[in-house]
């Protein structure tokens, strides 16, 4: 009898959506070790900041393997190519387009210096895994003034930059492989009035697929979004709040601090990414107190330095599912369960 009520509990659940999910992601995903001379004068000139950006990740495609469902790569305008060459024989750099840089000029090293093969090397691994769950592209718009600290500056973003950030990714990536704002509102009147009612695709139709969130300041959103009542006709979601018209995605990154709202926006069918970690602290001191939270609270992506510990801090610090895997249902919209697989991922 148990057993039967239960089969007849799981059939009466709404069928599995996007948002149902809970997966493990990278922050800063592209980035590898700076150069041993430039971390030296980092860290003659400020030990913290060093501290901050004193770890790497391996190609985009290991963490795909070892279950990232999440990755996050910072851009760079470069329409002409070259702003980003001075002192470097890259003829990557050299070449026009958006470039994936930490901070241009001193955090340099990329597993893939064009934004566009970023993309290509994710579509190849997404062709060779057609069961995937959907991963979400987090995009940071990096527009900092760094010539003062012996970088390069940063060339702003403008709804022209943005327009062409739009167009690579498609450029790469069919439309049978992206889910667009537009995709989720379908006939709403707005992208919020969509989410709130659950409009998000069926898993089995997410599938293969990704989709993209720019995850910035309220004023650069605001310059992407421009003048549209959502984001019609847009390949970005945006980082708002829950009353704009275009809310979808909510970037939440104290899981701790922020742990109340992560769970409303979440139950109120909200896409959030947070953190399980920043500036290497946590692996460095073993505190596993925002991954708990993190991966309790109910956020559809956790982000992590640490896929893999590092041996230089003495510890076992990593983020990973409970049980591993790439994903799972979502401790707070599917507590019970809902037996997802990837088929192979």
Not at 163 to 191: F, N
Not at 247 to 258: C, I, K
Request: proline share 8%; hydrophobic share 40%; net charge neutral.
């Amino acid at each position: 009898m148990l057993l039967l009520a239960l089969l007849a509990a799981q059939a009466a659940d709404p069928p599995l959506r996007l948002n149902d999910l809970n997966a493990v992601g990278t922050h800063n995903s592209y980035k590898l070790a700076m150069p041993a001379e430039t971390m030296a004068r980092v860290r003659a000139a400020d030990p913290r900041a060093a501290d901050s950006l004193d770890y790497a990740h391996r190609p985009l495609e290991e963490q795909l393997d070892a279950g990232a469902r999440q990755l996050e790569i910072d851009v760079n305008h470069d329409p002409r190519g070259g702003h980003y060459a001075a002192g470097s024989t890259d003829p990557q750099l050299r070449a026009p387009g958006f470039k994936v840089l930490h901070i241009p000029g001193i955090d340099n090293a990329s597993h893939c210096v064009r934004f566009t093969d970023c993309l290509t090397r994710l579509r190849a691994w997404s062709d060779a895994h057609p069961r995937h769950v959907p991963i979400l592209i987090l995009v940071n718009a990096r527009d900092e003034r760094n010539a003062a600290r012996g970088g390069i500056d940063a060339l702003p973003f403008d709804t022209a930059a943005y327009d062409a950030l739009d167009a690579e990714v498609r450029s790469i990536l069919p439309p049978a492989k992206l889910i667009t704002p537009d995709d989720v509102q379908g006939r709403y009147p707005t992208l919020r009035d969509a989410v709130r009612a659950n409009n998000w695709p069926l898993l089995d139709a997410a599938r293969g697929r990704f989709l993209f969130a720019l995850d910035e300041t309220p004023a650069k959103v605001a310059v992407y979004r421009g003048r549209r009542r959502s984001l019609e006709g847009r390949v970005f979601f945006i980082n708002t709040d829950e009353e704009s018209p275009a809310a979808a995605y909510l970037t939440l990154n104290d899981p701790v601090g922020q742990a109340d709202r992560i769970r409303r926006a979440v139950a109120a069918n909200y896409l959030v990414r947070t953190r399980a970690d920043a500036n290497t602290v946590e692996a460095r001191t073993g505190d596993t107190r925002p991954r708990g939270a993190a991966l309790a609270g109910g956020a559809q992506y956790v982000s992590t330095d640490y896929l893999w510990p590092d041996p230089r801090f003495g510890n076992d610090y990593r983020v990973s599912l409970p049980g591993g895997g790439a994903a799972r249902c979502n401790p707070v919209r599917r507590p019970r369960g809902c037996g997802i697989a990837e088929g192979g991922r």
